[in-house]
């Protein structure tokens, strides 16, 4: 994995297509129950203690660094995660890979947790919502927890069935351990 990678700026044109675009789930907010159909998870990791840990997991998680950290090529309409921002993230190779564009409906920043959620746009092979939320413990501990809603929104995603369930939680995994990686000294 390489740290050094770095958020793509997206087009212009493409940046107001997508903030055009209507999500493509009917309800904002992972704190509520999912809608029907869709299939809601959460993980969560301990990745430190401490106020440094807190602030430089929090900065890597609001500068896209999660998605970088997993492998994903994020292009995006800012380099870092601000209410409205639009994004698409690519995995694989093009044309072959999957792009999922996105656009962050909440960010989160408080003394105790920082972080945000994106919503799915058209074109994404999942209809849902992620957050990415850095915690502070009430023991000092830094834990950052994942949580999600969706349902196969593709003829793609829809034929891959358990295999597509596998996938996000393999990225979801990589998700988790991005910052171990990408933070350490």
Excluded: K
Aim: overall charge positive; aromatic content about 6%; glycine content about 10%.
């Amino acid at each position: 994995m390489n740290a050094r990678r770095t958020v793509e700026p997206l087009a212009s044109g493409r940046v107001a297509e997508l903030r055009a675009a209507p999500l493509t789930y009917p309800l904002i907010g992972t704190e509520r129950a999912a809608p029907a159909g869709h299939r809601q998870f959460e993980r969560s990791a301990r990745i430190g203690h401490g106020d440094e840990n807190f602030r430089r997991a929090s900065d890597l998680v609001l500068s896209w660094g999660l998605q970088l950290g997993a492998g994903l090529r994020p292009r995006a309409s800012s380099p870092t995660v601000e209410p409205d921002a639009v994004c698409e993230l690519r995995l694989g190779v093009v044309p072959l890979g999957l792009t999922a564009p996105c656009r962050v409906v909440a960010v989160y920043e408080d003394e105790h947790a920082r972080g945000f959620a994106y919503g799915t746009l058209p074109g994404h092979p999942e209809s849902g919502e992620e957050l990415f939320l850095v915690e502070r413990e009430p023991d000092g501990g830094v834990r950052l927890r994942i949580r999600a809603f969706s349902r196969p929104a593709t003829r793609v995603a829809r034929w891959s069935g358990p295999l597509g369930c596998l996938g996000q939680s393999l990225i979801t995994e990589r998700y988790l351990r991005a910052p171990l990686e990408l933070t350490a000294d």
